[in-house]
């Protein structure tokens, strides 16, 4: 069973590029989340998506977009990139109204994404 | 706006000793999770606590949670140098599903 994947692995960009990073939930699962994590920092929550719809939105600029595909995959958008959007980028998987067990988010492997 | 806070921040410690990190929450929330974070790597769930009173252990850590205080610990007994890693606290606000808030984390540096 595949878990939370995530591609690519590193990115690199220079400022001012537009960025697209994906995720392919765990199996059964039908909820993506997307996480921002800066350098030494903890994850920062950038969108939650489910049912092909944003459900809820952290404190992030209209430059950060997303969808859901009907496959529950999701992608995340950048625009205009400056250089404060270098980070680990992490997508995380769940099932809402699942039974809840040990890991209710499974978290991918991420995206180092760097912006030159 | 929920908040998270752990302290300490950094703790470096001698293998065989015990210690305690500590989380505080700022506002009611019903569930509270610890993962471990190796550098690169993603984040490994170790334990998720639903209610007050709360206890779960595995190897050497054990967890509690105090929902009263707002507070859940994260113990470690007889450290050992493979559990140098950054551990993370989080929590979900009362309604389930909702975001996950995460602390700063505590980068933890186990000395042989």
């Known amino acids: 069973d595949a878990g939370v994947t995530q591609s690519p692995t590193h990115l690199i960009k220079t400022r001012g590029q537009q960025v697209t990073l994906r995720c392919s939930p765990k199996s059964g699962h039908d909820t993506v989340s997307w996480y921002q994590q800066a350098l030494g920092q903890g994850p920062q929550f950038i969108f939650q998506?489910?049912?092909?719809?944003?459900?809820q939105r952290g404190n992030f600029p209209d430059r950060f977009s997303g969808h859901q595909f009907p496959n529950y995959s999701s992608e995340l958008n950048v625009n205009a990139l400056l250089l404060g959007d270098s980070a680990l980028y992490l997508c995380a998987s769940s099932l809402i109204g699942g039974t809840f067990d040990r890991d209710t988010q499974y978290f991918g492997p991420g995206t180092r994404l760097t912006v030159l | 706006e929920l908040k998270v806070e752990q302290n300490p921040l950094f703790l470096s410690m001698q293998e065989g000793k015990n210690y305690t990190i500590y989380c505080n929450y700022s506002?009611?929330?019903?569930?509270l999770y610890w993962y471990r974070q190796d550098p690169g790597k993603s984040l490994e769930s170790l334990f998720v606590l639903l209610s007050n009173g709360a206890v779960k252990q595995e190897g050497r850590l054990m967890a509690s949670l105090d929902t009263k205080a707002r507070l859940s610990t994260l113990h470690i007994t007889a450290a050992v140098h493979d559990l140098s890693a950054t551990y993370f606290c989080?929590?979900?606000?009362?309604?389930?599903?909702?975001?996950?808030?995460f602390g700063k984390g505590t980068r933890l540096h186990i000395l042989p």
């Open positions: 998506y489910y049912e092909e719809e944003e459900r």
């Open positions: 506002t009611t929330s019903d569930r």
């Open positions: 989080a929590v979900t606000k009362v309604n389930r599903d909702d975001k996950i808030i």
